[in-house]
């Protein structure tokens, strides 16, 4: 009766160190997976406008990310390794985003580790 108890005993405790195994697996969220996929398949341009969407919030403190948008970016030809920022602005803050356009341009330097952007470009809402 005791070597039953036992088995039993063993056999509850690997299906619980099955249950935590298979676990493991399905922590990482998704973001994680999907940006190790998919950025290898953007090309430079797109991976740079991808970095810059993916962590405005974290590029930018809130005063300057709560009242502006990102666009898009445009390079002037494809070899090109600086771009401009557009931006979409309440018109009440363009003027205060237009005077920011330097910081937020080294904001950007710092958090890439070059200098991409070149100019911002405030388009009002």
Same mark, same amino acid.
């Given at each position: 009766?005791?070597?039953?108890?036992?088995?039993?005993?063993?056999?509850?405790?690997?299906?619980? *160190?099955?249950? $935590?195994?298979?676990? #493991? +697996?399905?922590?990482?969220?998704?973001?994680?997976?999907?940006?190790? &996929?998919?950025?290898?398949?953007?090309?430079?341009?797109?991976?740079?406008?991808?970095?810059?969407?993916?962590?405005?919030?974290?590029?930018?403190?809130?005063?300057?990310?709560?009242?502006? *948008?990102?666009? $898009?970016?445009?390079? #002037? +030809?494809?070899?090109?390794?600086?771009?401009?920022?557009?931006?979409? &602005?309440?018109?009440?803050?363009?003027?205060?985003?237009?005077?920011?356009?330097?910081?937020?341009?080294?904001?950007?330097?710092?958090?890439?580790?070059?200098?991409?952007?070149?100019?911002?470009?405030?388009? $009002?809402?």
């Amino acid at each position: 009766m005791q070597s039953a108890l036992t088995v039993l005993i063993l056999l509850q405790t690997m299906r619980e *160190e099955w249950i $935590k195994s298979k676990k #493991k +697996n399905y922590e990482n969220p998704i973001a994680d997976i999907m940006a190790g &996929v998919i950025k290898p398949l953007l090309n430079k341009q797109n991976s740079l406008e991808a970095e810059i969407r993916m962590n405005w919030n974290k590029i930018f403190p809130h005063d300057i990310n709560s009242k502006c *948008e990102f666009l $898009k970016l445009t390079f #002037k +030809n494809k070899t090109s390794q600086c771009c401009a920022l557009h931006v979409s &602005v309440q018109p009440a803050f363009a003027i205060e985003i237009s005077y920011k356009t330097a910081q937020m341009i080294e904001m950007l330097s710092v958090f890439l580790g070059r200098k991409a952007v070149e100019e911002i470009r405030v388009v $009002k809402r």
